[in-house]
T-cell receptor
Framework: GAVVSQHPSRVICKSGTSVKIECRSLDFQATTMFWYRQFPKQSLMLMATSNEGSKATYEQGVEKDKFLINHASLTLSTLTVTSAHPEDSSFYIC????????????FGDGTRLSIL | DQQVKQNSPSLSVQEGRISILNCDYTNSMFDYFLWYKKYPAEGPTFLISISSIKDKNEDGRFTVFLNKSAKHLSLHIVPSQPGDSAVYFCAASGDSGTYKYIFGTGTRLKVLA
């Protein structure tokens, strides 16, 4: 069964709306979660590393004020796309890893975000 | 700069035969490599991994080979089954201690019945 749950699976909304995506680790406590973005037929691009109890670490070129990340508990990280515009339309995927060496990241099923 | 490359965007293989998916990387600091399988509109599913201290890891029908001198890894699936049809991503990690993964661009495998 799934070890990482992501919700919602699909969002369609108007330009200017803020959208929150939740990522839950079901089987283990995840001190670190990751947020990725995937454009059609392209690779998964890491956006940020979400650290429980501290600020997220953003990859170069990712606007932290645009993509707000909160990791308030060991099982939940949220990504909020603020004032979304059509260019933010994409497939957003989260992952979590158990805090032991060489454990793989487990991924949620992703959120398809479409901004009209 | 694409640090992890999968040069074959697609591959077709007959059922029962071997599928070989390839991945090249440029950063010699990577020390942990993984393969994921992905269906459309779903998140990637972990398949198999290998640490840089090994050159081979096997799990059932899946075997990953690592050639550090060539900065190359491959995934062998044998025998291939129609259910293996998906996009396969390789990923590399380890150059920063942050457990971040760098993904390749993926190879779409189609296993023909």
């Amino acid at each position: 069964g799934a070890v990482v749950s992501q919700h919602p699976s699909r969002v369609i909304c108007k330009s200017g709306t803020s959208v929150k995506i939740e990522c839950r680790s079901l089987d283990f406590q995840a001190t670190t979660m990751f947020w990725y973005r995937q454009f059609p037929k392209q690779s998964l691009m890491l956006m940020a590393t979400s650290n429980e109890g501290s600020k997220a670490t953003y990859e170069q070129g990712v606007e932290k004020d645009k993509f707000l990340i909160n990791h308030a508990s060991l099982t939940l990280s949220t990504l909020t796309v603020t004032s979304a515009h059509p260019e933010d339309s994409s497939f957003y995927i989260c992952s979590a890893r158990a805090p032991t060496n060489n454990q793989p990241q487990h991924f949620g099923d992703g959120t398809r975000l479409s901004i009209l | 700069d694409q640090q992890v490359k999968q040069n074959s965007p697609s591959l077709s293989v007959q059922e029962g035969r071997i599928s070989i998916l390839n991945c090249d990387y440029t950063n010699s600091m990577f020390d942990y490599f993984l393969w994921y399988k992905k269906y459309p509109a779903e998140g990637p599913t972990f398949l198999i991994s290998i640490s840089s201290i090994k050159d081979k890891n096997e799990d059932g029908r899946f075997t990953v080979f690592l050639n550090k001198s060539a900065k190359h890894l491959s995934l062998h699936i044998v025998p291939s089954q129609p259910g293996d049809s998906a996009v396969y991503f390789c990923a590399a990690s380890g150059d920063s201690g942050t457990y971040k993964y760098i993904f390749g661009t993926g190879t779409r495998l189609k296993v023909l019945a």
